[in-house]
């Protein structure tokens, strides 16, 4: 199935994880692949370049950009080299986020700082800059949420800006609709990737969750996808949660364990 074939998808912080599952769907689907990541060498440089010699593999083109969405002037370049290279955007996939694990009153200033204009600032900078482009071709804006930003998590004060992240994607696809351009997030559960390593030290009884419940990142791309086809025309400023029910079933009481995983 080639439904996006000659679109051209921008995904930011794919290099690795969940980013990454998105950047080969979408080219699975035809789509050509801008492939996004902040660290300049490193292990994400050179997951990035394997990532784009897959992708050229396959039927699609890509184009790998080194960019720190944090900062305005990395932004411009990136939209700069995408118009040049790829000549247009039809998918703005806004996957990037860093964060400290911490409780929020021990952030210090720089953390905070950090917290924000990586997670809310920069984004925004991304939605700026892929107008001029997405609004020629009834373009696309899907943005990565998480549950932190409806549920309390220990020590993730990420989801704070996931909440702001996600009010910003009610609020723009008001005011973009008039440009032919759909905004909306998909809110995923637990992944097991590189950040869970992370999370896993702060929050102490996530491994007695079932691996049921655990969400694999082809599930988060394959829901970007489905907003970014035709088959979702009918949705905007709408999150969607993908997390195998894991919030559906949080209101159990403690000691009902057993009726957690779906389908016992
Ligand atoms: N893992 C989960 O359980 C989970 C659940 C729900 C939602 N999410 C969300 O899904 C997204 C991806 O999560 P993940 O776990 O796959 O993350 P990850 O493994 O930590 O990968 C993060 C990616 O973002 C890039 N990145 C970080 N800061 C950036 C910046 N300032 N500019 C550009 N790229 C930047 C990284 O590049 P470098 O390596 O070069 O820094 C890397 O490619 C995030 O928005 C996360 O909040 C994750």
């Known amino acids: 199935m080639q439904l996006m074939k000659d679109k051209v998808a921008l995904v930011t912080g794919s290099s690795r994880g969940i980013g990454r599952a998105?950047?080969?769907?979408?080219?699975?689907?035809?789509?050509?692949?801008?492939?996004?990541h902040r660290r300049t060498g490193g292990s994400s440089h050179a997951q990035a370049e394997e990532l784009c010699r897959e992708i050229e593999r396959g039927a699609s083109r890509s184009l790998m950009v080194q960019a720190d969405i944090a900062q305005k002037d990395s932004v411009t370049g990136l939209f700069s080299e995408i118009k040049a290279k790829m000549g247009r955007l039809?998918?703005?996939?806004?996957n990037a986020a860093k964060a400290p694990f911490k409780p929020i009153e021990k952030l210090f200033e720089r953390e905070l700082r950090q917290l924000v204009e990586t997670n809310y600032i920069g984004n925004i900078f991304c939605i700026q800059a892929a107008l001029p482009m997405l609004e020629k071709r009834g373009g696309k804006i899907v943005f990565i949420s998480s549950l932190g930003s409806r549920f309390y998590n220990p020590s993730y004060p990420l989801g704070s800006m996931k909440a702001?992240?996600?009010?910003?994607?009610r609020d723009c696809a008001e005011s973009l609709r008039g440009k032919n351009i759909s905004?909306?997030?998909?809110?995923?559960?637990?992944?097991?990737?590189?950040?869970?390593?992370i999370l896993r030290q702060y929050w102490d009884n996530i491994d007695m969750l079932p691996d049921e419940l655990f969400v694999e990142?082809?599930?988060?791309?394959?829901?970007?996808?489905?907003?970014?086809?035709?088959?979702?025309?009918?949705?905007?400023?709408?999150?969607?949660?993908?997390?195998?029910?894991?919030?559906?079933?949080?209101?159990?009481?403690?000691?009902?364990?057993?009726?957690?995983?779906?389908?016992?």
């Not at 998105?22 to 996004?36: C, P, S």
């Open 183 to 197: 905004v909306n997030a998909v809110c995923g559960g637990i992944v097991k990737t590189d950040s869970f390593k």
């Open 217 to 264: 990142p082809e599930e988060i791309a394959e829901a970007a996808l489905f907003l970014c086809s035709e088959a979702a025309r009918g949705i905007t400023g709408q999150t969607l949660v993908v997390d195998r029910g894991l919030s559906n079933a949080l209101y159990r009481m403690p000691g009902k364990q057993e009726n957690v995983i779906p389908g016992e």
């Open 22 to 36: 998105i950047a080969r769907a979408f080219a699975l689907a035809g789509a050509h692949i801008v492939v996004n």
């Open 164 to 169: 702001a992240m996600e009010s910003v994607v």
């Open 90 to 94: 039809d998918y703005l996939i806004l």
